[in-house]
Each structure stands twice: as structure tokens, then as C-alpha cells.
């Protein structure tokens, strides 16, 4: 009997293991004809200066909206083009989309910085680098007007990281450590990395207006780019409860997330701009 039983639950994992590699491959093969016919959206969401709301700048994202209008999350599909190669790829289909959608905006004087995330993979590709100097000179865009953001967890190729990251800073880009708090970076690695700003990631934002607040690490973390002359921008802000409490915090923070405003189409980040011009 438990052999039969065994027999069948073997033949069960390996159903449903190649169930998934099959929704798999076809995940793969629409993403790579969605980059193919550079059907992929860009979408906007504003970072603010917590203390009065003004709009600083942007970040870029994006979401993929497959056949039949299904959203698909880019944590689900970025790891697939990481290790099918095709990020690059979509690194540099963002960076154009945000040359040809802001361009104008980020080639006048100004302060407004829209903010692209990279892969690990990026960083030390060559390519990557000649086609946003290609992208970034033809719009006549500054480096300091384009941020990048590196998660921690792709920072773990530290040598890269440390050169990668060296070489944009040169460039003039200021660089974000993203989902800060959520990898394993070192504080010695920290300092060598020697980054602009640490982007403080969203699930340490959700103790924030809570009790849990008395042992949330945010004041921690806070503190520690105090320590390192970095800036600080929240992630995942939803609430006024917790825009208040950041608010009063003795340090300059900016700030991302629902309550300021979701990801957005060019055209209403524009709007907003304009707005507050
Ligand atoms: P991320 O860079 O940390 O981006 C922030 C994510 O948090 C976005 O999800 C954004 O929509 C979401 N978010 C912002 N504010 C709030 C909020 O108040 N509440 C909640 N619940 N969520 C909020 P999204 O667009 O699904 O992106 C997820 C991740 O995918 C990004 O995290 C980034 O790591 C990656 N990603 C997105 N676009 C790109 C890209 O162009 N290239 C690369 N390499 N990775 C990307
Ligand atoms: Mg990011
Ligand atoms: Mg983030
Ligand atoms: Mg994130």
C-alpha cells in the first residue's frame, strides 16, 4: 500500500512540477514577445519631501499588462528575465520610455529626478552602460537627474556591486540601496558601497503608527544614515498616521507610496508637475 501511495504522490509532485514549468515557459516566451514589441508600461509613482508633500521626483516602474488585460507583478517576472537574460533588455526599455516621456523635463534646470531600478546583472554589463550614456546624451539628460536603484538582495556580488556602483556615482547618478533592511548587507559593506541614499523598505513602514513602533528598527535605521550622511526615502506610505510620526522625526525624509500617490501614466505625473509649478 505505501508504495502505491508513494508511487502516486511521485506522480503528483511531478504534475504539478511540470504544470509549473509550463506556466512558466509561457510567462517567458509573452515577456520576451511584450519586450519584443516594446509592449511594456512605464508607470510613474512621485516621491515627496514628507514635511510639505512637494513632489522631488519619480520613480519608474513597471508593470506588465499581459494578453487579456492581466496585470502581472514585476516580482513575478523580473526574476525571469534576470535569469533569461533578457533584463537588460527591459533596463533599457524603461530607461527610453522615461528619456522620451520626461526628457524635456529632466534637460531644463531643475531639481526633479526620476529614479530607474537596475539588476545586479546591469551593473556589470557592459552594454548596459554604453546604451544609457546613448540614451541619457541623445536627450541631452544630466546623470544627476536619474537615480538608480539596486536592491540589497543583488548587491550580494560584492565586488561588483562595489565597482558598479562606483562607476555610476562618477557618472554624477545618485544611487539608492533599495528595500533597505530587507538583505544582509554588512555595515562595512554599507560604507564601502557608499551609496546616496537608502530607500527604507515598505514592510518596516507597516509598524510605523502602530505599537509595534517601540521596537521597529525605522528610528535604527534612520539613524544609521544619520551616521553615514545618507538620505532616507520611506517606501510603502498609506496612511496619515504614518506620514505624521514620520514627520516629526529630527531628519530630512522623503517618501513614497499610496497616500502621496500610486504608480502612475506619464501624462498624470506630468499633471502633477505642473501643478505644483
Ligand atoms: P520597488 O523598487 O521597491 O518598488 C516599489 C513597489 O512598491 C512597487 O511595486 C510599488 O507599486 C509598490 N508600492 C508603492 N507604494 C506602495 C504602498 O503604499 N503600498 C503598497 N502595498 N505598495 C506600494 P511594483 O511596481 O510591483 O514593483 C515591485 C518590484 O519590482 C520593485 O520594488 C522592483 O524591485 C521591481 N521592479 C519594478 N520595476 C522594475 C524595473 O524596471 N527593473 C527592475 N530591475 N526591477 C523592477
Ligand atoms: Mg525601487
Ligand atoms: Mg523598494
Ligand atoms: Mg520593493
New binding site residues.
Partial sequence: VCTVLGAGAGAAVGLALLLAHLRRHSVEGRLLRAIDQDALD??Y?PVVRITDGALVGA?????WRDRDGRMV???RF?PI??ENGS?GR??QL?LRRVAADFGDVLAAPGEFRIN????AA?LDNSRFHASMAQTLDAAGIARERIGI?L?EHSTTARDIAVSGTKRLRELGHHVYI??FGTGYSSLAYLAELDVHAL?I??SF?RTIGTDAVKVSLVPQIIDLARTLGLQVVI????TEAQRDWLRAVDYPLYA????FG??MPAAELRALLNAQR
Avoid: F, H, Y
Fill in positions: 512605464v508607470e509613482q520613480e519608474a516602474l513597471v508593470p507583478s514585476p516580482v523580473i528575465a534576470e533584463i527591459i533596463t524603461v530607474v531600478n537596475i539588476s546591469d536603484e536592491t533599495d528595500d530607500k523598505d515598505r513602514t517606501e510603502g506610505v498609506e513614497q507610496g499610496w497616500l500610486r504608480p
